[in-house]
């Protein structure tokens, strides 16, 4: 079928993209192929438990690793790898050293052009090429581990940071970030100093440690004698510098000669070479602190900055030519022999346990393709169980722990479907009962709102919507001081936090979308809907109770036609002003009007002319009195009026 159908493509969900009809044949055949192959191995571990499976491959294991622990972990582990890690390091020397090396360079031409000498600006921008050119080769030549750690971008960022603007750093400032970034970079500098060779040990320190740290400190001193020189000046402070660098220097040169020695004493073939190198550097070391002594800490300033900076660059350079010409050679050349040396040991050894490691593999595989399979089953039942096959179930076949798992699996498939439809009947109760509530909330006739505790609408009724005139979506967006027309956001999250579960009724005042105020009273409660504390409101409009309240109100206590206060109202006030008189000490007077012929004007003119006349006479009683005073009206034509707080007689007889 596959060759007549070579084009055609299928997509199968388990190889994860389209394959031709061919290709999926040529995977059957290798599969089919690959379990004939190893049948035996299979039927073995289809009939044992995973103790025994386990027990078994442990011991065809440890026997294969009995054989290789002697040669693999002592010969290959303690040497080869140890070796390699050395051999890799020691080829970072190179780069490193070069790199920290025209850093140095870099560092004294700072110094001199900070300190005001302009004619090594040329020189100074040569070294600054080649320092980037040396630093990014390095960075080709770092494991790809090293690139990305912490400390390599550290140091990149600080290499283009002094790049940028180290010319615009002070002396001090320039020569601390060059020496900070050469500290940083002599860190990659990882090779193991311990060695079962003690001649190969002094090699390295010597390679890795010592000899680096001196050619640092006169780094440094190239540097700040550089930059001295070109101001040509020296403080205290910078004469305290000098001769510390010094000390460093001297303090450096011992253990350096003292590896030297030991090293030739250990590397007979290589004696010579050493002690010379040892006995020239020394000499170097002295002249260096001669000429600082005799010409920058006293301060006669004869060598030109130029000058100095081309001596202690050529001592510099003949010391890094020792490690690259001399040092790393030798060391390389000692541990590739030990390498060599190493792995011959390593292939009798390999030679011995490959065939046991065959015996291994064989069953290995066997094991796999067990375990694979009863894992498939139970993936695929569990699959189509997931996609709602609720029947699906597992049947293994095998005799080891998988089955139970199998079994499991079914038990609990079939605790599953029972708990399943228990829950979709209870799904469909709590959606009956919520389409109920909604209901009822949507057609309440009180306005109900539900808030969060900042005062935010969580939920609204159409009742409410109606009473304020807005939408349901705008009031979604809103917080309730904004049709609150008494209380401000801060108030109402106030009065929400003082809240308890008990209700509470309140009088209100909300602002209506067309600007008009309604009265409101309000049921307020706090409530827990699914874990999360809001606010439960039930409004209704007390406009209409208000006005007739009013109403009432006004005819209990005012006259309907002038709309003075009647006789009930007037007892209540003159009680009231007798009370004031006698705690203020002051006099009142209580004057009595009734108007003459008022009959005759209702008699001749009608009772709405006589209404008019009421009307006029209470508008002028009133326009005589103060606002403090009382006019009312007794019935007919009969009015009284309360003067209040009065010192005399005098003045309720002008009134």
């Known amino acids: 079928i596959a060759a007549k159908m070579g084009s055609v493509t299928i997509s199968m969900p388990k190889f994860g993209h389209q394959m031709s009809l061919r290709s999926v044949s040529k995977i059957v055949l290798q599969e089919a192929l690959m379990k004939f192959l190893f049948y035996p191995a299979i039927a073995l571990m289809n009939r044992l438990g995973y103790t025994k499976k386990f027990a078994l491959l442990g011991l065809l294991f440890l026997i294969a690793i009995g054989i290789l622990t002697y040669s693999l972990f002592v010969s290959l582990d303690a040497v080869i790898r140890t070796s390699q890690r050395q051999l890799d390091s020691i080829a970072l020397i190179r780069p490193i050293s070069r790199t920290v090396q025209v850093i140095q360079l870099h560092r004294g031409l700072s110094a001199a052009l900070l300190g005001g000498n302009q004619t090594m600006r040329d020189r100074h921008a040569v070294a600054e090429k080649e320092a980037v050119e040396a630093f990014d080769t390095l960075e080709e030549k ?35 970030a060059h020496t ?23 090699l390295v320190n010597i390679a890795t440690s010592r000899l680096p740290d001196m050619i640092e400190y006169m780094g440094r ?10 101001a040509k000046q020296i403080t205290e402070v910078q004469k305290a510098e000098v001769r510390g660098m010094i000390a460093n220097l001297d303090n450096a040169l011992t253990p350096l000669k003292i590896n030297f020695d030991n090293a030739a004493r250990h590397n007979p073939a290589l004696q010579d070479a050493l002690l010379t190198a040892s006995r020239d550097i020394s000499d170097t070391v002295m002249q260096i602190v001669a000429l600082l002594e005799s010409d920058i800490l006293t301060g006669h300033f004869t060598t030109s900055p130029e000058d100095f900076l081309m001596v ?20 390389e050349t000692q541990i590739n022999a030990r390498i060599a040396r190493a792995e011959n040991a390593l292939r009798v050894s390999i030679g011995i346990a490959f065939l046991l490691f065959l015996v ?41 722990e998988l089955r139970q798992v199998g079994d499991s699996f079914n038990e609990m498939a079939d605790g599953f479907s029972a708990l399943l439809e228990a829950r979709k009947h209870a799904e469909e109760l709590l959606a009956t009962e919520n389409r109920k509530n909604e209901a009822l909330l949507r057609t309440a006739s009180d306005g109900i709102h539900i808030l969060d505790l900042d005062g935010n609408v969580v939920q609204v009724n159409d009742s409410f919507c ?6 349901a979506a705008e009031l979604l ?22 809240l308890d579960n008990n209700p509470v009724m309140l009088e209100a005042r909300h602002r209506r979308r067309d600007g008009s105020i309604i009265d409101v009273d309000v049921s307020i409660a706090k409530v827990d809907i699914e874990g999360q504390q809001l606010v439960y409101c039930s409004s209704r409009d007390a406009t209409e109770r208000k006005q007739t309240e009013a109403k009432i109100l006004n005819l209990a206590y005012y006259d309907t036609l002038t709309g003075l206060p ?38 001749t003119l009608g009772h709405s002319m006589g209404d008019l006349l009421l009307l006029e006479a209470a508008q002028r009683i009133s326009s005589c009195v103060r606002e403090a005073d009382t006019v009312a009206r007794l019935g007919g034509d009969e009015f009284i009026v309360i003067l209040s707080e009065l010192d005399g007689a005098s003045n309720f007889d002008r009134v």
């Open 312 to 331: 202690i660059s050529a001592v510099i350079d003949d010391s890094y030519a020792h490690i690259y010409e001399s040092l790393l050679p030798s060391i």
């Open 566 to 603: 009647n006789r009930t109202l007037f007892y209540d006030r003159l009680a009231q002003e007798i009370k004031k008189a006698h705690r203020v000490g002051l006099k009142m007077a209580l004057l009595f009007i009734d108007l003459d012929k008022f009959k005759e004007v209702n008699d």
């Open 221 to 230: 001193i190239r540097a700040y004698g550089t930059g001295i020189l070109a």
């Open 477 to 498: 967006t809103m917080n309730a001081a904004q049709w609150d027309a008494q209380l401000t956001a801060d108030q109402i999250k106030a009065n929400i936090a003082a």
């Open 360 to 400: 291994v593999v064989y069953f290995s595989i066997g094991s796999y393709y067990a375990t694979v399979g009863s894992i498939e089953s139970l993936a695929r039942s569990a699959r189509a169980f997931a996609g709602g096959d609720l029947r699906a179930r597992i049947d293994l076949g095998t005799h080891d």
């Open 466 to 471: 109606r009473m304020l005139g807005y939408t």
């Open 180 to 202: 900070h970034l050469i500290s940083q970079i002599q860190l990659f500098t990882v090779i193991l100093t311990q060695d079962t060779e003690t001649g190969l040990f002094y």
């Open 142 to 176: 770092l494991p790809a581990n090293l690139r990305r750690s912490e400390d390599w971008r550290s140091i990149r960022a600080n290499w283009e940071s002094l790049l940028k603007k180290g010319l615009n750093w002070t002396t001090a400032e320039n020569f601390t």
